[in-house]
């Protein structure tokens, strides 16, 4: 028992781990420290990528969906061309929707534990009459309760930019 619980907390670590090093390699967000020669200078900032906003203060939402059907991409479509003529990634923060224009970011919510993505539409599907969209394989990770799961409930909320 005590050798489990040794292992899931390493795996948690390095999952941590590789993930917080993600985030600060992705980052393009620098803050001056203040010192005393910048205590009245504004700090420096450079808004983040697209692709990783992990919060939704001062997001302007509009509601799209409630209790919509989520489903993730299969390894398979990874490197394939997308239909906005990009590459499928299944590590970015991507998704396939049926009628949303390409472009269009959204914030899917896990309507089980909350957590939410904010992901870009770069696809058309999915080809499931019950699903609304396709997460890439990262985002519905970073959301699911279940990681063996291959669908899930979610809030659908179209951001106003």
Same mark, same amino acid.
């Given at each position: 028992?005590?050798?489990?619980?040794?292992?899931?907390l390493?795996?948690?670590?390095? =999952?941590?781990?590789?993930?917080?090093?993600y985030?600060?390699s992705q980052?393009?967000?620098?803050?001056?420290?203040?010192t005393?020669?910048? *205590?009245?200078?504004?700090?420096?900032i450079? #808004? *983040?990528?697209?692709?990783?906003?992990?919060?939704?203060?001062g997001l302007k *939402?509009? #509601? +799209?969906k409630k209790n919509?059907?989520?489903? +993730? +991409?299969?390894?398979?479509?990874?490197?394939?061309?997308?239909?906005?003529?990009s590459?499928f990634?299944n590590?970015?923060y =991507?998704? $396939?929707?049926?009628?949303?224009?390409f472009g269009?970011?959204?914030k899917?919510?896990?309507? $089980?534990?909350?957590?939410?993505?904010?992901?870009?539409i770069t696809?058309?599907g999915?080809?499931?009459?019950?699903r609304?969209?396709? *997460?890439?394989?990262?985002?519905?990770?970073?959301? =699911?309760?279940n990681?063996?799961a291959g $669908?899930?409930?979610?809030?659908?909320? =179209?951001?106003?930019?």
């Amino acid at each position: 028992m005590r050798n489990k619980k040794n292992v899931i907390l390493t795996l948690l670590t390095a =999952t941590f781990i590789s993930c917080f090093t993600y985030v600060i390699s992705q980052t393009k967000q620098v803050i001056e420290p203040k010192t005393q020669d910048t *205590l009245s200078a504004k700090p420096n900032i450079i #808004p *983040l990528p697209t692709d990783s906003v992990f919060t939704d203060k001062g997001l302007k *939402l509009k #509601p +799209y969906k409630k209790n919509a059907h989520a489903s +993730y +991409y299969a390894d398979k479509f990874t490197g394939r061309k997308t239909a906005d003529g990009s590459r499928f990634n299944n590590n970015s923060y =991507t998704a $396939a929707h049926k009628k949303l224009p390409f472009g269009t970011r959204v914030k899917v919510t896990n309507e $089980a534990n909350g957590k939410f993505v904010i992901v870009k539409i770069t696809d058309r599907g999915p080809f499931v009459r019950t699903r609304e969209i396709d *997460l890439s394989k990262r985002a519905f990770m970073d959301i =699911t309760k279940n990681k063996g799961a291959g $669908a899930m409930k979610v809030t659908i909320e =179209t951001i106003i930019e």
